[in-house]
């Protein structure tokens, strides 16, 4: 039973690491300023489509979120071959540099 558990804890970690490169690419940051940390919630469908966005914690100006909003909603999130660790509800942390996340 705890290796089934250790499997899905790896998958899970790559699940996020993915959706987290997904968002990051699809993320236009022309406009964004330095340091900037930007935390959201976003709902998903199976299949990996994005419905919903709520900022938490965020930094940005209303056109910088619209520029997260639509790095959400671009492209749909990883969702092939991570079925067994699919959420539907995924917190992200935007930063710009990246460096401020770490």
Do not use: H
Not at 16 to 26: D, K, L
Not at 49 to 59: A, G, L, N, R, Y
Not at 80 to 102: D, H
Request: charged fraction near 20%; charge should be neutral; aromatic fraction near 10%.
């Amino acid at each position: 039973e705890s290796g089934q558990n250790g499997a899905n804890e790896a998958l899970r970690s790559k699940y996020i690491a993915a959706v987290n490169a997904t968002a990051r690419s699809n993320w236009n940051t022309v406009q964004i300023p330095e340091q900037t940390r930007c935390q959201v919630e976003f709902t998903q469908i199976r299949g990996g489509e994005v419905i919903d966005i709520s900022f938490q914690t965020c930094t940005l100006d209303a056109p910088g979120r619209e520029s997260v909003e639509r790095a959400l909603y671009k492209t749909p999130m990883p969702y092939t071959g991570f079925e067994p660790v699919f959420q539907r509800k995924v917190v992200l942390t935007f930063c710009y540099p990246n460096e401020v996340c770490r």
